[in-house]
């Protein structure tokens, strides 16, 4: 039997109804109250529904796989793609993984997103890598049911594992037990370096093969001394130890060519390609 409904009081709804869902997720009926509103007839309408869509979302694939390029710089050639999701309904990626999590169902939707660009890939040029973004708890739960949707990948190509943005990690020796499980084809990638002391945690803890820089730090770093005096400390703390630095969101040739003097690696972004559905 479900325990009692908690009562969820917020000034702001759409945070109140994120807090029940977690709960309902758990097992535990919410009702959402603003203050100074009375009791909805029908609470929790809206977070039932989300849950019933990313559910059907999830059953009938209805989203496909898009692939941005990669782009060594100092040699303007395509070495790798990052796959990327975009949903039929329409909607961020990343706020309807948010709210698969949230909803108790976020493994589930990586996993489902994951077979579909591990099929795509197949037709992707061969001897380029292929990046996978992903949360720590599917690479740490799930290990197995990640290990044989990757199978056929490894055999082609290198895949590049990406952690996705701000997710918390508590548990960096599994991390290296579970990528040393997989395969020496699965090499790993942190987002967002320079963001924040967490995320330059993750680069220490972690030693990926590739880290990837913070877009607030591309963005203009023609015109900005500050950000090349940031970047060019990580060029040069990946030349150190020995992993490729990652710019993306590189919208102009001024910003590509600042980060190929300051020794950037690879790039990404609109100018060297959007994401599309057939690799260039």
């Not at 203050?35 to 559910?55: K, L, N, T, Y």
């Not at 037709?123 to 799930?142: C, H, I, K, M, Q």
């Amino acid at each position: 039997m479900r325990p009692a409904p908690v009562i969820v009081i917020d000034h702001d709804r759409a945070h109140g109804e994120f807090v029940a869902a977690v709960l309902d997720a758990a097992g535990v009926d919410a009702i959402v109250v603003e203050s100074d509103v009375p009791v909805p007839a029908s609470p929790w309408r809206g977070a039932h529904e989300r849950r019933e869509e990313v559910v059907r979302t999830i059953k009938t694939s209805a989203f496909r796989t898009v692939f941005q390029p990669m782009v060594a710089l100092y040699k303007s050639e395509v070495v790798g793609y990052e796959a990327l999701t975009r949903f039929d309904e329409g909607g961020r990626p990343d706020q309807w993984f948010m709210d698969a999590s949230a909803l108790g169902l976020g493994t589930e939707l990586e996993l489902a997103t994951l077979a579909s660009a591990v099929a795509a890939a197949h037709a992707l040029p061969a001897g380029r890598f292929v990046t996978l973004n992903l949360s720590p708890e599917l690479l740490l739960a799930r290990r197995e049911e990640l290990g044989e949707a990757l199978r056929e990948l490894i055999e082609d190509r290198t895949v590049v594992l990406e952690l996705t943005e701000h997710d918390v990690i508590e548990d960096y020796e599994g991390i290296h037990a579970s990528l040393a499980a997989l395969s020496p084809q699965v090499q790993l990638s942190v987002d967002d370096a320079g963001a924040g002391f967490s995320t330059l945690r993750h680069v220490l803890m972690l030693e990926p093969e590739y880290v990837k820089l913070d877009r607030a730090w591309v963005s203009d770093i023609h015109a900005d001394p500050t950000r090349q005096a940031l970047v060019a400390g990580l060029s040069h703390f990946a030349r150190t130890t020995g992993c490729e630095l990652v710019a993306e969101g590189i919208e102009s040739e001024h910003e590509r060519a600042t980060l190929q003097d300051l020794d950037v690696s690879l790039g990404q972004g609109y100018l060297l390609g959007p994401p599309d559905d057939v690799a260039p």
